[in-house]
């Protein structure tokens, strides 16, 4: 009995993987800024209706996001969101 607990432990520390330590040379690389879509400078446009995005150019990636549309979960920092509420109007604009 003795000799089954001691060798259980070691059993079970076999199954468990070790993390790899960090290595000093490398460091992982920065993350973007939250305003690397521009979306700070754009806060003018909330409460306008969408109509005045028309009349605009962007220059990086756009998704306009309607009410209850599906949109994809990838997070891309330079991509442009602009949300329209149901009145037509645009209620929010952020980086993602």
């Not at 330590?21 to 806060?43: F, I, N, R, Y």
């Not at 998704?63 to 920092?77: C, E, F, K, L, S």
């Amino acid at each position: 009995m003795r000799a089954l607990a001691l060798i259980l432990p070691l059993a079970l520390a076999a199954c468990v993987e070790g993390e790899t330590p960090p290595d000093p040379g490398k460091s992982d690389p920065p993350l973007p800024p939250e305003t690397a879509c521009g979306a700070p400078d754009l806060q003018h446009l909330r409460g306008q209706p969408q109509a005045v995005l028309q009349t605009m150019k962007f220059a990086g990636p756009l998704r306009i996001i309607h009410p209850g549309q599906a949109v994809t979960m990838d997070y891309n920092p330079a991509r442009l969101n602009i949300e329209i509420d149901r009145a037509g109007l645009i209620s929010r604009i952020s980086c993602g």
